[in-house]
């Protein structure tokens, strides 16, 4: 079965510090999202992206945060200088359109990024 | 924000037995609902979804109810099994922000023996 796959699986880094979690969406999928969870909360929407541009994007998406799709596979999702409260599971998400009846968002396995 | 709210932290239920699994929401926006299982550590799975055109949707074990006057829907597993121990959250979404998916805070869905 086709998966979203997200690398890495678990980032160390110290405040202050560039990170980039990159991910895989299904080969076949148009529309790709970045969701994250901190530890006991809700998973929450960042951003969603299609033909090579942010679609919506929610009020954590701020100036710090950024996303591209560099080639034909790659959807990356870039935090130029991390802060301790930005530490959260990173799940990246896609799907095949953004037709409501009959479609669903897949997700990755996500990307633990703890900001020390 | 609570626009999507699961109220029962935990369930245990007997294998073999029916698990439900409540949610509620608060935006009349909201026309579409999924239902996503996650193990620790591990991304979200996609398990089941309804329109809000529909008010059942049904695949294999597991069939989601759909009320929309009163806000809210159900998870039906039937029958339980071990391997439905996980968290499951309830989703939704409307169709003028389709992937902006607001989730629930889960239920933690304990299967016994």
């Known amino acids: 079965e086709p998966e979203v796959t997200q690398t890495p699986s678990h980032q160390v880094t110290q405040m202050g510090q560039e990170v980039i979690l990159r991910c895989v969406p299904i080969s076949n999928h148009l529309y790709f999202y970045w969701y994250r969870q901190i530890l006991g909360q809700k998973v929450e929407f960042l951003v969603s992206f299609y033909n090579n541009e942010i679609s919506e994007k929610s009020e954590i998406f701020d100036d710090q945060f950024s996303v591209e799709r560099p080639d034909g596979s790659n959807f990356t999702l870039k935090i130029r200088s991390t802060k301790l409260e930005d530490s959260a599971m990173y799940f990246c998400a896609s799907s095949e359109s953004d037709k409501v009846s009959g479609n669903t968002i897949y997700f990755g396995e996500g990307s633990w990024l703890t900001v020390v | ?113």
Not at chain 2, 81 to 102: E, I, M, R, T
């Open chain 2, 1 to 113: 924000d609570q626009q999507v709210k699961q109220n029962s932290p935990s369930l245990s239920v007997q294998e073999g037995r029916i698990s439900i699994l409540n949610c509620d929401y608060t935006n009349s926006m909201f026309d579409y609902f999924l239902w996503y299982k996650k193990y620790p550590a591990e991304g979200p799975t996609f398990l089941i979804s309804i329109s809000s055109i529909k008010d059942k949707n049904e695949d294999g074990r597991f069939t989601v109810f759909l009320n929309k006057s009163a806000k809210h829907l159900s998870l039906h597993i039937v029958p339980s099994q071990p391997g439905d121990s996980a968290v499951y959250f309830c989703a939704a979404s409307a169709a003028d922000s389709w992937g902006k998916l607001q989730f629930g805070a889960g239920t933690q869905v304990v299967v016994t023996p």
